[in-house]
């Protein structure tokens, strides 16, 4: 029996398909709505389209309640937090898997740094001695540390011996790398880099062999903790000169290092129990540290958003003029609702309104509509854009010397190891300059081209071109109106069109582009064909292409399959408003 490969994109589907038949299943025992209709509000909430056959206010508020949470738990920010909770919960896994070799190593640098002090005193007092006439029986340096190896293998347990003895694998002690001339970058295969092979550059970090010449049979090249917890994700290796230290035995000693909590115990097959946050950042490195700041901050920002809004409306309505709330009265709507679903629909790109009017009604109230279309915005295509300014304006704000400051540079410097929304500051910048002329470009042609419009000049300029830009984000991202879209001019419809399609490509190319430039970076795929970088236009047109070539089909494919079966209702004079354009518009903003 087929079985689909257990993959992210296999998982998302499923958990975008099982949420709308959630919605079906508790929105049509009511037995208010269709069906079909119960179907379609589950679906367009889990895909955040807004599309809807029925009013929101037809609803009994349980319905309400489940169309607010499922935007909720399936919007990209929520899922993308849900991926890097993942990650650290395969993190915690792999370090459990770990950790007896990580905390040998870390043992033996900390036994190996005590037996260098105690030599380094030695040689110190003897100097002392000879400063004061007295003989001492001089020994140079390396006899000294041979003296240590000597006594550091006395000291050995009896068990060792034969633990040496029995099979086990290790990193490979020597690898031949090729030769390269000074100053070349070389990036280790997938293989040799599991095998302990840094990064490297030729003629550019000296190696003191003299250093390193310890026994083979007694020593493993290091593998150090970043590397170690970079290569659960194939990230990377460490550049710093790995050095060799002696092995150490272990799982039968007595667990005594310092840096563990006492509540951790050894079980069976060296497996490490109750592991507390402090261990597990011992442990990790850089790149786990990173990844729970990361999710803090994704959960904070994404959850924050939804109570900014609230805060943002909720005073505001219940202080507003009658004209608002008698508005939501005649609706069966109550004012704190209004105000947490509201800031719901815009964060979430949903675009379901309490009101059948959308937004129409509050399109000359000022705060709102600035408040909601800042939501849209931080909620949607300026995501990526204002959670790096959140990174970066925390990072100059710790101190020096805080704990986050490593983690938080590390995000800066390396987004997409880490997540898949957070790209460079020179990607963001672009993304950011393309939305800003997007925008404008809407905005414009909304109050240029409606001048003489009274669908649109009905209000004084101020409140009009709030009321375009609050129109220019929505109908990018959420799909609510402050304007009556069948009676603006064409040219704006057709705009919008435009808009709406082109919505997500930024993001998508910023996405590719990024992608490209990470693999680079970790050398972790082979040589194949791919774009020009070195021409822009023909890089970045590359990825346009190919984004093309991914959705353009299923506009034209459902909008065909949908001319056919309405083909009497399209083709009635009797009814403009069930029109060819107007169905393509709809299909597109779906």
């Known amino acids: 029996m087929w079985k689909p490969p257990l993959s992210f994109i296999t998982l998302h589907y499923s958990w975008i398909i099982f949420a709308g038949i959630l919605g079906l299943v508790v929105i049509y025992p009511y037995g208010n709505v269709r069906a079909v209709d119960a179907y379609f509000f589950g679906a367009s909430a889990s895909t955040e389209s807004g599309l809807n056959t029925v009013d929101v206010k037809e609803l009994k508020t349980y319905q309400q309640i489940a ?55 030695q040689v110190t007092n003897e100097n002392k001695l000879s400063c004061t006439g007295e003989e001492p029986s001089r020994r140079p340096v390396g006899e000294a540390r041979e003296k240590v190896a000597d ?18 694998i290790t990193f490979a002690r020597d690898v031949k790398l090729p030769q390269l001339s000074p100053g070349t970058l070389y990036i280790p295969s997938p293989k040799e880099r599991d095998q302990g092979v840094p990064i490297t550059q030729s003629g550019t970090i000296p190696i003191d062999d003299d250093e390193d010449a310890i026994k083979p049979s007694q ?39 310092p840096f563990l909590s006492r509540e951790t115990t050894v079980g069976r097959n060296s497996q490490f129990h109750n592991l507390t946050a402090e261990d597990r950042l011992e442990l990790g490195g850089i790149e786990y540290r990173s990844l729970r700041l990361l999710l803090k901050i994704t959960s904070g920002y994404f959850f924050g958003l939804h109570i900014f809004g ?37 964060v979430d790109n949903l675009g379901f309104t309490l009101t059948p009017d959308s937004m129409i009604t509050f399109r000359d109230a000022t705060w709102p509509m600035l408040s909601m279309t800042f939501l849209a915005f931080a909620g949607n295509t300026f995501y990526p854009v204002f959670l790096r300014l959140v990174i970066w304006t925390t990072s100059k704000l710790v101190p020096s010397h805080s704990t986050m400051k490593e983690p938080l540079q590390f995000l800066l410097d390396h987004p997409r190891r880490c997540y898949t929304l957070l790209f460079p500051s020179q990607p963001t910048w672009i993304l950011f300059g393309i939305l800003v002329a997007m925008n404008s470009i809407d905005v414009i042609l909304i109050i240029v081209l409606d001048l ?17 830009i609050f129109q220019a984000a929505s109908s990018r991202h959420t799909g609510a109106a402050t304007l009556n879209l069948a009676k603006v001019n064409p040219a704006v419809q057709f705009s919008l069109v435009v808009m709406m399609y082109i ?38 047109m ?9 959705d353009l089909w299923y506009i034209f494919l459902g909008t065909f399959c949908i001319c056919i079966a309405e083909s009497d209702k399209i083709m009635d004079d009797s009814d403009p408003a069930f029109a060819l354009f107007p169905l393509f518009f709809e299909v597109v903003s779906a």
């Open 67 to 121: 169309i607010y949470f499922i935007p909720i738990f399936t919007n990209l920010g929520f899922i993308n937090v849900i991926v890097v909770a993942v990650r650290l919960h395969w993190f915690d896994k792999h370090l459990k898997t770990l950790a007896p070799t990580l905390l040998s190593r870390l043992d033996t640098r900390a036994a190996s740094s005590r037996r260098k002090s105690d030599v380094e005193a």
């Open 151 to 168: 006594n550091k293998q006395h000291d050995e347990p009896d068990g060792e011996a034969d633990y040496k003895e029995n099979g086990h």
């Open 219 to 257: 020593t493993v090249p290091e593998n150090s903790i970043e590397r170690v917890a970079s290569s659960v994700f194939v990230l990377g290796a460490s550049n710093h000169k790995e050095e060799l230290r002696p092995k150490q035995l272990p799982s039968t000693r007595p667990l005594g290092l």
């Open 310 to 346: 609230v805060i943002c409306l909720l005073p505001w309505i219940h202080n507003a003029p009658s004209k608002y709330t008698e508005w939501l009265q005649e609706c069966g709507q109550n004012k704190t609702w209004w105000a947490f679903y509201s800031s719901q629909t815009m």
């Open 452 to 468: 003489n419009n009274a669908a649109v000049n009905d209000l004084p300029m101020g409140p009009r071109i709030l009321s375009a």
């Open 503 to 540: 919505a997500i490509f930024p993001i998508a190319i910023s996405i590719r582009a990024s992608n490209t430039y990470e693999e680079k970076a970790l050398g972790i795929y082979g040589v194949e064909e791919s774009p020009n970088e070195t021409k822009g236009s023909s890089y970045i």
């Open 542 to 550: 590359a990825h346009i292409r190919n984004q093309l070539s991914f």
